[in-house]
Protein backbone atom coordinates (compact mmCIF):
# COMPACT_ATOMS: atom_id res chain seq x y z
CA UNK A 1 0.00 0.00 0.00
CA UNK A 2 1.32 3.63 -1.08
CA UNK A 3 1.14 6.70 1.36
CA UNK A 4 -1.45 7.94 -0.97
CA UNK A 5 -3.33 5.51 -0.91
CA UNK A 6 -3.36 5.07 3.14
CA UNK A 7 -4.20 8.59 3.36
CA UNK A 8 -7.52 8.24 1.57
CA UNK A 9 -8.18 5.05 3.18
CA UNK A 10 -7.32 6.54 6.49
CA UNK A 11 -5.39 3.06 7.28
CA UNK A 12 -1.95 3.30 8.84
CA UNK A 13 0.77 1.44 6.49
CA UNK A 14 3.21 -0.82 7.95
CA UNK A 15 6.06 0.52 5.60
CA UNK A 16 6.47 2.58 2.52
CA UNK A 17 7.63 1.47 -1.39
CA UNK A 18 10.61 2.17 -0.32
CA UNK A 19 10.79 -0.30 2.52
CA UNK A 20 11.02 2.30 5.49
CA UNK A 21 8.97 2.27 8.40
CA UNK A 22 5.93 4.78 8.26
CA UNK A 23 6.18 8.16 10.21
CA UNK A 24 2.75 7.91 12.22
CA UNK A 25 2.89 11.59 13.24
CA UNK A 26 3.20 10.41 17.20
CA UNK A 27 5.79 12.06 18.73
CA UNK A 28 8.28 9.39 20.10
CA UNK A 29 8.33 9.16 24.38
CA UNK A 30 10.89 8.97 26.52
CA UNK A 31 10.72 6.10 28.95
CA UNK A 32 10.50 7.18 32.67
CA UNK A 33 14.01 5.06 33.44
CA UNK A 34 15.49 7.32 30.46
CA UNK A 35 14.17 10.39 31.72
CA UNK A 36 15.31 9.62 35.58
CA UNK A 37 19.06 8.75 33.80
CA UNK A 38 19.18 12.09 31.94
CA UNK A 39 18.29 14.36 35.42
CA UNK A 40 21.22 12.12 37.33
CA UNK A 41 23.59 13.18 34.52
CA UNK A 42 22.70 16.21 35.12
CA UNK A 43 22.90 16.91 38.45
CA UNK A 44 26.23 14.85 38.38
CA UNK A 45 27.49 17.61 35.65
CA UNK A 46 26.15 20.16 37.35
CA UNK A 47 28.42 19.49 40.59
CA UNK A 48 31.52 18.40 38.75
CA UNK A 49 31.18 21.97 36.92
CA UNK A 50 30.30 24.22 40.33
CA UNK A 51 33.77 21.88 41.57
CA UNK A 52 35.48 22.85 38.80
CA UNK A 53 34.83 26.42 38.51
CA UNK A 54 34.34 27.59 41.93
CA UNK A 55 38.16 28.18 42.62
CA UNK A 56 38.30 30.11 39.56
CA UNK A 57 35.56 32.41 40.65
CA UNK A 58 36.92 32.89 43.84
CA UNK A 59 40.19 33.75 42.45
CA UNK A 60 38.63 36.81 40.19
CA UNK A 61 36.48 37.87 43.06
CA UNK A 62 39.50 38.04 45.13
CA UNK A 63 41.82 39.81 42.20
CA UNK A 64 39.52 42.96 42.15
CA UNK A 65 39.81 43.65 46.22
CA UNK A 66 42.24 46.11 47.90
CA UNK A 67 43.52 44.32 50.81
CA UNK A 68 41.25 46.10 53.02
CA UNK A 69 38.13 44.26 51.42
CA UNK A 70 40.13 40.79 51.30
CA UNK A 71 39.92 40.78 54.95
CA UNK A 72 36.62 42.45 55.22
CA UNK A 73 34.26 41.32 52.86
CA UNK A 74 32.90 37.54 51.75
CA UNK A 75 35.34 35.75 49.61
CA UNK A 76 32.12 34.72 47.35
CA UNK A 77 31.75 38.17 45.87
CA UNK A 78 33.02 41.59 45.02
CA UNK A 79 34.06 44.59 46.94
CA UNK A 80 33.05 47.88 46.61
CA UNK A 81 36.42 48.95 44.64
CA UNK A 82 37.02 47.30 41.46
CA UNK A 83 40.83 47.12 41.95
CA UNK A 84 42.20 44.32 39.75
CA UNK A 85 43.91 46.72 37.57
CA UNK A 86 45.85 47.96 40.22
CA UNK A 87 46.58 44.49 41.84
CA UNK A 88 48.30 43.57 38.20
CA UNK A 89 50.20 46.24 37.90
CA UNK A 90 51.77 45.88 41.57
CA UNK A 91 52.32 42.29 40.65
CA UNK A 92 54.43 43.04 37.41
CA UNK A 93 56.08 45.64 39.59
CA UNK A 94 57.06 43.75 42.94
CA UNK A 95 60.56 42.88 43.11
CA UNK A 96 61.60 44.76 40.23
CA UNK A 97 59.32 43.01 37.94
CA UNK A 98 60.23 39.59 38.73
CA UNK A 99 56.94 37.98 38.25
CA UNK A 100 57.37 38.43 34.15
CA UNK A 101 60.91 37.07 34.98
CA UNK A 102 58.84 33.78 36.22
CA UNK A 103 56.54 33.62 33.53
CA UNK A 104 59.57 33.90 30.66
CA UNK A 105 60.74 30.97 32.47
CA UNK A 106 57.73 29.42 32.51
CA UNK A 107 56.96 29.29 29.02
CA UNK A 108 60.68 28.15 27.93
CA UNK A 109 60.13 25.12 29.86
CA UNK A 110 56.82 24.82 28.22
CA UNK A 111 57.91 25.78 24.57
CA UNK A 112 61.37 23.29 24.80
CA UNK A 113 59.97 21.09 27.10
CA UNK A 114 56.84 20.10 26.43
CA UNK A 115 57.11 20.67 22.84
CA UNK A 116 60.29 18.49 22.88
CA UNK A 117 58.43 15.65 24.57
CA UNK A 118 55.42 15.56 22.19
CA UNK A 119 57.95 15.42 19.19
CA UNK A 120 59.89 12.93 20.68
CA UNK A 121 56.88 11.18 21.74
CA UNK A 122 55.23 10.83 18.08
CA UNK A 123 58.21 10.09 16.76
CA UNK A 124 58.95 7.02 19.15
CA UNK A 125 55.48 5.90 19.44
CA UNK A 126 55.60 6.13 15.40
CA UNK A 127 58.79 4.11 15.11
CA UNK A 128 57.48 1.26 17.60
CA UNK A 129 54.07 0.81 15.64
CA UNK A 130 55.38 0.91 11.66
CA UNK A 131 58.96 -0.74 12.31
CA UNK A 132 60.23 -3.98 13.25
CA UNK A 133 63.04 -4.86 15.28
CA UNK A 134 64.40 -6.90 17.77
CA UNK A 135 63.75 -6.17 21.23
CA UNK A 136 60.29 -3.99 20.46
CA UNK A 137 58.45 -6.35 23.01
CA UNK A 138 61.08 -5.62 25.79
CA UNK A 139 60.66 -1.49 25.12
CA UNK A 140 57.15 -2.24 25.16
CA UNK A 141 57.33 -3.51 28.58
CA UNK A 142 59.57 -0.67 29.85
CA UNK A 143 57.03 1.95 28.77
CA UNK A 144 54.29 -0.40 30.65
CA UNK A 145 55.96 0.04 33.63
CA UNK A 146 57.22 3.56 33.22
CA UNK A 147 53.23 4.09 32.91
CA UNK A 148 52.92 2.67 36.45
CA UNK A 149 55.60 4.78 37.71
CA UNK A 150 54.57 7.71 39.57
CA UNK A 151 56.68 10.99 38.57
CA UNK A 152 57.44 11.72 42.14
CA UNK A 153 59.46 8.82 42.88
CA UNK A 154 62.03 9.50 40.46
CA UNK A 155 62.67 12.99 41.01
CA UNK A 156 65.42 12.55 44.12
CA UNK A 157 67.02 10.28 41.94
CA UNK A 158 66.77 12.31 39.03
CA UNK A 159 68.21 15.44 41.54
CA UNK A 160 71.13 12.88 42.63
CA UNK A 161 72.29 12.62 38.84
CA UNK A 162 71.75 16.13 37.84
CA UNK A 163 73.97 16.81 40.63
CA UNK A 164 76.83 14.68 39.54
CA UNK A 165 76.35 16.26 36.01
CA UNK A 166 76.69 19.75 37.70
CA UNK A 167 73.39 20.44 35.70
CA UNK A 168 71.49 21.35 39.22
CA UNK A 169 70.02 25.10 39.38
CA UNK A 170 69.94 25.57 35.71
CA UNK A 171 67.41 25.59 32.83
CA UNK A 172 68.04 21.96 31.76
CA UNK A 173 67.52 20.21 35.24
CA UNK A 174 64.52 20.89 34.52
CA UNK A 175 63.86 20.88 30.42
CA UNK A 176 65.56 17.48 29.87
CA UNK A 177 63.21 15.07 32.57
CA UNK A 178 60.16 17.05 30.51
CA UNK A 179 60.89 15.73 27.09
CA UNK A 180 60.20 12.10 28.28
CA UNK A 181 56.61 11.09 28.74
CA UNK A 182 55.87 7.57 28.70
CA UNK A 183 51.86 8.30 28.60
CA UNK A 184 52.77 10.10 25.34
CA UNK A 185 54.74 7.36 23.60
CA UNK A 186 51.96 4.65 24.29
CA UNK A 187 49.57 6.96 22.99
CA UNK A 188 50.80 8.02 19.88
CA UNK A 189 52.21 4.35 19.66
CA UNK A 190 48.42 2.48 20.45
CA UNK A 191 46.98 5.81 17.60
CA UNK A 192 49.33 4.86 15.03
CA UNK A 193 49.30 1.06 14.58
CA UNK A 194 45.20 1.86 13.71
CA UNK A 195 45.48 4.95 12.27
CA UNK A 196 48.21 4.74 9.33
CA UNK A 197 47.65 1.45 7.14
CA UNK A 198 50.40 -0.17 6.45
CA UNK A 199 49.67 -0.01 2.58
CA UNK A 200 49.76 3.62 2.55
CA UNK A 201 53.02 3.55 3.44
CA UNK A 202 54.02 1.18 1.08
CA UNK A 203 52.41 3.21 -1.60
CA UNK A 204 54.75 6.25 -0.90
CA UNK A 205 57.76 4.23 -0.87
CA UNK A 206 56.98 2.83 -4.03
CA UNK A 207 56.82 5.86 -5.52
CA UNK A 208 60.53 6.76 -4.01
CA UNK A 209 59.89 9.08 -0.86
CA UNK A 210 61.91 8.03 1.81
CA UNK A 211 61.35 7.16 5.16
CA UNK A 212 61.43 11.03 6.21
CA UNK A 213 59.22 12.58 3.78
CA UNK A 214 57.08 9.78 4.78
CA UNK A 215 56.39 10.87 8.22
CA UNK A 216 56.15 14.34 7.68
CA UNK A 217 54.48 14.72 4.65
CA UNK A 218 51.82 11.81 5.15
CA UNK A 219 52.40 10.26 8.51
CA UNK A 220 52.01 13.28 10.99
CA UNK A 221 48.80 14.56 9.41
CA UNK A 222 47.05 11.15 10.29
CA UNK A 223 49.08 11.48 13.53
CA UNK A 224 47.18 14.99 14.03
CA UNK A 225 44.36 14.12 16.82
CA UNK A 226 47.10 12.13 19.17
CA UNK A 227 49.82 15.16 18.16
CA UNK A 228 47.59 17.25 19.87
CA UNK A 229 46.52 15.01 22.56
CA UNK A 230 49.83 14.81 24.04
CA UNK A 231 50.88 18.17 23.42
CA UNK A 232 47.57 19.17 25.31
CA UNK A 233 48.89 16.94 27.91
CA UNK A 234 52.35 17.93 28.06
CA UNK A 235 51.70 21.85 28.46
CA UNK A 236 49.80 21.25 30.89
CA UNK A 237 52.44 19.11 33.14
CA UNK A 238 55.04 21.39 32.42
CA UNK A 239 53.05 24.47 33.32
CA UNK A 240 51.65 23.01 36.73
CA UNK A 241 55.01 21.07 37.12
CA UNK A 242 55.98 22.04 40.57
CA UNK A 243 57.93 19.50 42.49
CA UNK A 244 61.01 18.89 39.86
CA UNK A 245 61.44 22.27 40.12
CA UNK A 246 61.60 22.80 43.57
CA UNK A 247 64.40 20.78 44.42
CA UNK A 248 66.18 21.16 41.13
CA UNK A 249 66.54 24.84 41.15
CA UNK A 250 67.94 27.47 44.04
CA UNK A 251 67.92 30.64 41.95
CA UNK A 252 65.12 32.24 42.23
CA UNK A 253 65.86 33.98 38.85
CA UNK A 254 65.14 30.59 37.45
CA UNK A 255 61.85 29.88 39.35
CA UNK A 256 58.54 28.99 37.49
CA UNK A 257 55.43 30.23 38.34
CA UNK A 258 54.41 27.62 40.43
CA UNK A 259 57.49 27.70 42.88
CA UNK A 260 57.51 31.71 42.60
CA UNK A 261 54.15 32.07 43.69
CA UNK A 262 54.27 29.37 46.67
CA UNK A 263 57.59 31.32 48.04
CA UNK A 264 55.56 34.61 47.97
CA UNK A 265 52.39 32.55 49.79
CA UNK A 266 55.29 31.23 51.68
CA UNK A 267 56.61 34.84 52.52
CA UNK A 268 53.00 36.65 52.80
CA UNK A 269 51.56 33.95 55.68
CA UNK A 270 54.37 35.97 57.76
CA UNK A 271 53.13 38.44 60.06
CA UNK A 272 54.31 42.53 58.31
CA UNK A 273 55.96 40.71 55.38
CA UNK A 274 54.93 41.11 51.83
CA UNK A 275 54.60 40.15 49.29
CA UNK A 276 50.80 41.38 50.78
CA UNK A 277 48.14 38.85 49.57
CA UNK A 278 46.35 40.46 46.96
CA UNK A 279 49.82 39.87 44.72
CA UNK A 280 49.65 36.33 45.35
CA UNK A 281 46.00 35.93 44.34
CA UNK A 282 46.35 37.97 41.63
CA UNK A 283 49.20 36.52 40.37
CA UNK A 284 48.02 32.92 40.85
CA UNK A 285 44.43 34.16 38.26
CA UNK A 286 47.46 35.17 35.48
CA UNK A 287 49.00 32.04 35.87
CA UNK A 288 45.97 30.18 35.33
CA UNK A 289 44.53 32.29 32.22
CA UNK A 290 47.19 31.59 29.59
CA UNK A 291 47.06 27.90 30.17
CA UNK A 292 43.30 27.61 30.09
CA UNK A 293 43.30 29.93 26.65
CA UNK A 294 46.24 27.31 25.26
CA UNK A 295 43.95 24.22 26.17
CA UNK A 296 41.01 25.71 24.60
CA UNK A 297 42.94 26.82 21.67
CA UNK A 298 45.09 23.63 20.67
CA UNK A 299 41.41 21.85 22.24
CA UNK A 300 39.72 23.01 18.79
CA UNK A 301 42.61 21.70 16.71
CA UNK A 302 42.25 18.01 18.25
CA UNK A 303 38.16 18.28 17.46
CA UNK A 304 38.64 18.72 14.04
CA UNK A 305 41.70 16.09 13.53
CA UNK A 306 39.23 13.59 15.62
CA UNK A 307 36.51 14.83 12.61
CA UNK A 308 39.28 14.66 9.29
CA UNK A 309 39.96 11.40 10.66
CA UNK A 310 36.72 10.00 10.58
CA UNK A 311 36.11 11.25 7.63
CA UNK A 312 38.95 9.69 6.03
Not at 56 to 74: C, G, H, I, P
Request: glycine share 8%; net charge positive.
Amino acid sequence: MSATEAIVTGRRPSRLASGRIAHTGKPRRRSPRNKRTSITLMIVMSIMLLYSLGPLFWLVVNSTKSRQELYDTSGLWFGEHFSLFSNIADVFAYDDGVFLRWFGNTVLYVVVGAGGATLLATLAGYGLAKYRFPGRRAVFAIILGALAIPGSVLAVPQFLLFSKLGLTNTPWSVIIPSLVTAFGLYLVWVYAAEAIPDELIEAARLDGAGEVRIFFAISLRQLAPAFITVLMFAVVATWNNYFLPLIMLSDPQWYPLTVGLNQWASASNSIGTQPIPQLVITGSLLTVLPISAAFLYLQRYWQSGLATGAVK
